[in-house]
């Protein structure tokens, strides 16, 4: 008897506390994000002779989990040297992201300002946005966030992000009548080991633009590698001026502190100009094929605090494939903080 009422006291207190689990109003809250970027760097191969402390990025924003599947979130982007002020380089401050999210199950969309999709994938394995960007990021073949409307399917082995943007980035508003459309697929492999990646993307004006990526890591503890390769018509709604360019990039770890990494880059261009070009076109002209070339990029990078504090020593080093080609080369100490 003693057994049995013991029995349906345990049962009635683990039903109270299902239903009491059930019943528990979802509380919203919000946390508040940081990122640092900065670095010193000095010439070592080239004409200059430059060194210098550089603020390359400051993130800043705030996430608020308005239910369990809608949460808003606004970051705040302060960089540098990319604006010239009286000579001189200066900061700037954009929005970043400024977006509604959904997100149940295997379902996920975003509407406002938010990250796009082209280089994430590659990004997230390698891992050292405070160092260099993707190289799809540093090339400028697409914006690394824009205003529109986006929506992804993904499950443990297998995503689909479909999207639709503005085409401007988020330094600039709608400009034009042109939007820029976006289809990837990504799948994971070998528990997660071995990830392939397609990615195309097209917009119009009266001259079309268009990219196709493909992409292929492995993540192998402590060892990463990724290859990935991509092919870019029209580029900036140039008719004629195409871009091919891949990366292949690789780190092993040795402890969950220390680790060497390198990366090599490579781009070349290709541009059928008109032989009287017109004022815009004859602009473009004169550094179309400045971005082409190959980099190599090598150093090492130790966590002062995993995940939180990283530095890394590092050269970057840039041989041109113009008509007059020049080889520069730098060496970085970069620091990374989040919070």
């Given at each position: 008897?003693?057994?049995?009422?013991?029995?349906?006291?345990?049962?009635?207190?683990?039903?109270?506390?299902?239903?009491?689990?059930?019943?528990?109003?979802?509380?919203?809250?919000?946390?508040?994000?940081?990122?640092?970027?900065?670095?010193?760097?000095t010439?070592?191969?080239?004409?200059?002779?430059?060194?210098?402390?550089?603020?390359?990025?400051?993130?800043?924003?705030?996430?608020?989990?308005?239910?369990?599947?809608?949460?808003?979130?606004?970051?705040?982007?302060?960089?540098?040297?990319?604006?010239?002020?009286?000579?001189?380089?200066?900061?700037?401050?954009?929005?970043?992201?400024?977006?509604?999210?959904?997100?149940?199950?295997?379902?996920?969309?975003?509407?406002?300002?938010?990250?796009?999709?082209?280089?994430?994938?590659?990004?997230?394995?390698?891992?050292?946005?405070?160092?260099?960007?993707?190289?799809?990021?540093?090339?400028?073949?697409?914006?690394?966030?824009?205003?529109?409307?986006?929506g992804?399917?993904?499950?443990?082995?297998f995503?689909?992000?479909?999207a639709?943007f503005?085409?401007?980035g988020?330094?600039?508003?709608?400009?034009?009548?042109?939007?820029?459309?976006?289809?990837?697929?990504?799948?994971?492999?070998?528990?997660?080991?071995?990830?392939?990646?397609?990615?195309?993307?097209?917009?119009?004006?009266?001259?079309?633009?268009a990219?196709?990526?493909?992409?292929?890591?492995?993540?192998?503890?402590?060892?990463?590698?990724?290859?990935?390769?991509?092919?870019q018509?029209?580029?900036?709604?140039?008719?004629?001026?195409?871009r091919?360019?891949?990366?292949?990039?690789?780190?092993?770890?040795?402890?969950n502190?220390?680790?060497?990494?390198?990366?090599?880059?490579?781009?070349?261009?290709?541009?059928?100009?008109?032989?009287?070009?017109?004022?815009?076109?004859?602009?473009?002209?004169?550094?179309?094929?400045?971005r082409?070339?190959?980099?190599?990029?090598?150093?090492?990078?130790?966590?002062?605090?995993?995940?939180?504090?990283?530095?890394?020593?590092?050269?970057?080093?840039?041989?041109?494939?113009?008509?007059?080609?020049v080889?520069?080369?730098?060496?970085?100490?970069?620091?990374e903080?989040?919070?």
């Open positions: 008897m003693k057994k049995s009422m013991l029995i349906m006291a345990a049962m009635v207190m683990w039903v109270s506390c299902v239903f009491a689990q059930q019943n528990e109003e979802f509380k919203p809250s919000g946390r508040i994000e940081g990122r640092i970027f900065t670095d010193f760097s010439d070592v191969i080239g004409d200059s002779n430059e060194k210098a402390f550089e603020l390359k990025r400051a993130y800043m924003g705030y996430r608020y989990q308005i239910t369990e599947e809608f949460r808003a979130h606004v970051r705040i982007d302060v960089g540098g040297s990319e604006f010239v002020i009286e000579d001189a380089l200066s900061q700037y401050v954009f929005f970043k992201t400024a977006a509604l999210y959904y997100e149940k199950g295997p379902w996920f969309a975003a509407f406002g300002l938010h990250d796009t999709y082209q280089f994430k994938v590659q990004e997230r394995l390698w891992g050292k946005r405070y160092i260099l960007p993707s190289m799809l990021d540093r090339q400028k073949f697409d914006f690394s966030a824009d205003v529109g409307a986006s992804q399917y993904r499950n443990d082995n995503s689909v992000d479909l639709l503005n085409g401007e988020y330094k600039q508003l709608q400009q034009d009548d042109a939007f820029r459309g976006s289809l990837g697929v990504t799948g994971w492999f070998a528990d997660r080991k071995i990830i392939g990646r397609l990615y195309s993307d097209y917009s119009s004006l009266d001259i079309h633009l990219s196709l990526t493909g992409f292929i890591g492995f993540d192998l503890d402590e060892f990463t590698l990724g290859l990935e390769y991509t092919h018509e029209n580029y900036a709604y140039f008719e004629g001026h195409d091919n360019a891949y990366s292949i990039f690789s780190q092993y770890n040795f402890t502190r220390f680790g060497v990494w390198a990366r090599i880059d490579g781009m070349d261009s290709k541009f059928s100009y008109e032989e009287n070009p017109d004022e815009e076109q004859a602009s473009h002209i004169e550094n179309w094929n400045s082409d070339g190959e980099d190599i990029f090598a150093g090492i990078e130790y966590a002062l605090v995993p995940r939180k504090i990283n530095t890394s020593i590092n050269y970057q080093h840039h041989h041109s494939n113009n008509d007059d080609p080889d520069t080369g730098r060496i970085f100490f970069n620091l903080v989040r919070f």
